[in-house]
Every structure is written in C-alpha cells, then in structure tokens.
C-alpha cells in the first residue's frame, strides 16, 4: 500500500510529465481557408549545379504569406518536389518539399582520359625527351 506522501509526489511527477508532453510531439496544422493561387515568379538563369525550388503559401497564423521561390544546390539523379498545400476532410495540410528519386536520369559515367604510353611524364621532368630537329634553342646555330 501506497504511504500518503509516495501518492503525492507520484501524482506531482506524473503531472510534470503531462505539462511537457506537449512540447515534445510534432506539430500539425489544420487551417480551414485554402492559400491563394501560386504567385508568378522569373526563374532566374541558374547555374549547373543549382535547381528552383518554387515560391509557396506559408500559414503564419492568421493569414497565409507568400514566401519567394529559392535556388537550392542539386542533388543528382533526384527531382526537387515543391511545397505545396492538400485538402483533407475539410481542412488544409502544408506539405514542406522533398527530393524526390528521377526515374528517367540515367547515370553517366565519366571517361578517364587515357595518357599517350609513347612518353611518360617522367621522362619530360628529367628531361630525357629531346626534340629532333632544328627548331630554336635545339642546335649550334641559335
């Protein structure tokens, strides 16, 4: 049997449990008015190794705000799939953007590029190699 005091002190540890459960589980949002249509956005000229992650509603609590497309470092063989908002059962669930595997890229594989066997590097850093001929610097009679 359980002493008054042990009962009290559970009851206070089981409260402080309650309260900060809470703040440990994941959030989700459910706001009943649907975002406005995708604002247009230049896609500006990106570099080789960068692809656009399109511009998307944000909830900042009591209205939706626009948040500007940015350019992101690409990840090879992957597409990049934007935010974008769902309905379900009346309300709507912002759906943050993730990379997603592209089933048509084909992987190249780079060429090596093959060295010349007739003269290895070695050979000109000891100056072994000699040119024949009579061009500048080669001959007596420069």
């Known amino acids: ?14 409260l402080v449990l309650a309260a900060a459960a809470p703040t440990m589980a994941q959030v989700s949002i ?19 190794n960068q692809v656009w992650a399109p511009g998307y509603w944000a909830w900042n609590g009591d209205r939706h705000i626009w948040v500007r497309g940015r350019t992101i470092a690409n990840r090879e063989g992957y597409k990049w799939a934007p935010d974008r908002w769902e309905q379900k059962g009346g309300g709507y669930y912002r759906q943050p953007g993730y990379w997603v595997r592209d089933t048509q890229y084909v992987y190249v594989k780079e060429k090596k ?3 010349d066997k007739k ?7 000891n100056g072994k190699h000699h040119g024949k001929g009579k061009g500048k ?4 009679d420069d």
């Open 1 to 14: 049997m359980m002493t008054p005091r042990i009962r009290d002190l559970s009851l206070a540890a089981l």
């Open 30 to 48: 459910n706001i009943n008015l649907a975002p406005p249509q995708p604002q247009y956005e230049a896609v500006p000229v990106l570099a080789p």
């Open 113 to 115: 590029e093959k060295k």
């Open 119 to 125: 003269f290895k590097d070695k050979d000109w850093d």
């Open 137 to 140: 610097g080669h001959g007596k």
